[in-house]
């Protein structure tokens, strides 16, 4: 059984926490954390320990074990865990278990004290998308966005690994000059909550962990979109490819609402586009233009965009095919892009029947008559060589030894 006891507020090196004590079979005595700025402290929920049963949801559920909170939760929430949000889990994982959930005590008391309205900024299409919808062309101020958070729970790196910390500082740090030229809140939260995540990897839980991370503020954040990746229409073709595998593009539309308390609403935003719509859509907005950020490349130690990694190709792809990539030259190197784009291109085509953005970044470039390989080339002349030495490399290691095959991979390279 997971115990989770003793949450309190503590405040050391100018950071803000809230933290609770863990005993458990699978992870021993450990404390689990929220951190913000001290002069962000007032965002913190410390009554409530609604953001620890959610990030515990998961691995409690992966490895068995039941929960007790010694303290109040949400009434709302424990309901609807017990009643839906663990049927979608189950449905998601097959790897996963329903448990018991208890508590010594349910509240159904607003915990927020303010009207934020937030979303969380990472510079990347879907936040950049979430942004110009809600804050700059919304009129509505009970839905506009007043609040941008940058969250550490697992985009990030593996807990474990010493160079996460720092990448999700230099990140912020090279993020926040747009919140502060629109004049929003940027609020960094810190955590290790993606400790009790590291083997599953963030993709497959991602959806709870950041949930976790904004119920941590109800003290201020009372409705909170959560950008999503693809469209409803992609989600219904495409969702069973991220099965056990990618949760966002599997259950955000229906699993999100089921974590909201009394206090806070979350929304899945953005499900109306596909990623071309979205990239079109934002493309005039000019802001984008300097603070775009999509690069996922773990080898940089920077934070800008690296061009040639998945999601910067996916991106400048679809810039081309609108004919509007000379305009994002300060954010991509474009001469990089151009060095991979032919072979970006092969490998979309030949993932068009099974990956979601494939499919749309073809089908815009075809609407848009750009030039692209045909299925043949990227398949024969250029991706099935590499198949072909693939699979005689892995036949060489059986029929070789090691110290025999690295020398006639030698031999061959100096032919």
Request: glycine residues 6%; charged residues 25%.
């Amino acid at each position: 059984m997971i115990v989770l006891t003793n949450i309190r507020a503590t405040d050391e090196n100018n950071q803000a926490s809230v933290i609770a004590d863990i005993k458990s079979d699978s992870f021993g005595d450990d404390k689990i954390w929220f951190s913000v700025p001290v002069k962000q402290q007032h965002y913190l929920t410390v009554n409530r320990y609604d953001a620890f049963l959610v990030a515990l949801l998961y691995p409690a559920m992966r490895y068995g074990e039941d929960i007790h909170i010694a303290g109040a939760i949400s009434k709302k929430l424990h309901r609807n865990i017990l009643t839906y949000v663990q049927a979608v889990l189950t449905a998601y994982s097959p790897s996963l278990k329903r448990i018991k959930i208890t508590a010594d005590s349910f509240s159904e008391e607003k915990t927020v004290t303010a009207a934020g309205i937030g979303t969380g900024f990472s510079g990347g299409v879907d936040s950049f998308c979430t942004i110009y919808d809600h804050f700059v062309l919304e009129k509505d101020e009970r839905c506009r966005i007043n609040t941008l958070i940058f969250l550490n729970v697992g985009s990030h790196g593996l807990y474990s690994n010493p160079d996460t910390e720092n990448k999700f500082l230099k990140r912020y740090e090279y993020l926040h000059e747009f919140p502060k030229s629109v004049n929003l809140a940027f609020i960094k939260v810190n955590s290790n909550i993606h400790k009790f995540h590291e083997e599953f990897g963030h993709q497959k839980t991602c959806t709870l962990t950041t949930a976790s991370g904004i119920l941590a503020l109800q003290g201020t954040i009372s409705k909170y979109y959560i950008s999503s990746a693809i469209s409803y229409s992609e989600m219904m073709s495409f969702g069973k490819f991220s099965k056990d595998f990618d949760i966002t593009e599997y259950s955000d539309p229906y699993l999100l609402p089921l974590l909201g308390t009394e206090s806070i609403e979350f929304i899945a935003d953005g499900q109306q586009y596909s990623r071309t719509e979205k990239t079109i859509h934002i493309a005039e907005y000019e802001p984008v233009k300097k603070y775009l950020n999509v690069c996922i490349n773990g080898e940089r130690l920077d934070a800008g965009n690296c061009s040639f990694c998945p999601k910067c190709l996916r991106t400048i792809m679809t810039l081309e095919s609108a004919g509007v990539l000379a305009e994002f030259q300060d954010v991509f190197d474009i001469s990089i892009y151009r060095e991979h784009a032919f072979r970006y291109q092969c490998l979309q085509l030949l993932k068009y029947k099974t990956d979601v953005f494939a499919k749309d970044n073809i089908d815009f470039a075809r609407g848009n008559g750009k030039w692209l390989p045909s299925y043949f080339v990227a398949a024969v002349l250029f991706c099935m060589p590499r198949m072909i030495m693939t699979g005689m490399r892995r036949v060489g290691r059986k029929l070789l030894d090691m110290e025999k095959y690295n020398k006639l991979k030698h031999w061959l390279r100096h032919r």
